[in-house]
Structures are given as C-alpha cells and as structure tokens.
C-alpha cells in the first residue's frame, strides 16, 4: 500500500491538513489555486460578505464548470435532442 502525502491547504482563510497520493499533489495544488483565485475574485466583485459566502460561490461556479465539461465531452446527446426536436417539428407540418 502506498504512502499518502501529508500537504497543508490553504482555501479562503482556512488552513486544513490532507493526506493525498503523491501522483494528485500537482493536480491538487493547481486546483486550490484556481479556487483561491476565484475567491478573490469574488472578493473584488461583491465586497461586504464574508468568507463562507465567498467559498458558496466558487463551490458553485466549480460545481457548473464540471457540469459543462461533462456536457461538452457527449455532444451526441445535444445533436439527439436537437434532431428529436426537428423531428417533432415535421411531425407536426405533415
């Protein structure tokens, strides 16, 4: 069995301490990087609300960029819908 890889992680203002696999450390920190990018981003935009909203936010916006990327890798499903649909509009003219 592998060793897991004690890191620290700082997202927001908090600091947690996490055993990962040592081939996600780069992936990990990359992504807390995006997080904590997208938390001051945030930031600047809607000053006056505290760190708790700011974390609601980016798990939302994380959360919507994994579902459009699922989204874009099967187009087949969007080309299904929109040949159903085309379907259905001839079904009605004829």
């Known amino acids: 069995m592998q060793e897991l890889?004690?890191?620290?992680?700082?997202?927001?203002?908090?600091t947690y301490r996490v055993r990962?696999?040592?081939?996600?450390?780069?992936?990990?920190?990359r992504t807390l990087k995006t997080i904590n990018d997208k938390i001051m981003e945030f930031k600047s935009q809607y000053s006056g609300k505290d760190m708790q909203d700011y974390v609601a936010m980016v798990l939302?916006?994380?959360?919507?960029?994994?579902?459009?990327?699922?989204?874009?890798?099967?187009?087949?499903?969007?080309?299904?819908s929109v040949l159903d649909r085309m379907e259905e509009q001839l079904d009605k003219v004829l």
């Open 20 to 29: 990962i696999d040592h081939q996600d450390e780069e992936i990990v920190r």
């Open 5 to 14: 890889l004690p890191i620290n992680i700082l997202i927001g203002d908090r």
């Open 60 to 80: 939302l916006w994380f959360s919507t960029q994994s579902a459009g990327i699922q989204a874009a890798a099967d187009p087949g499903k969007e080309i299904l």
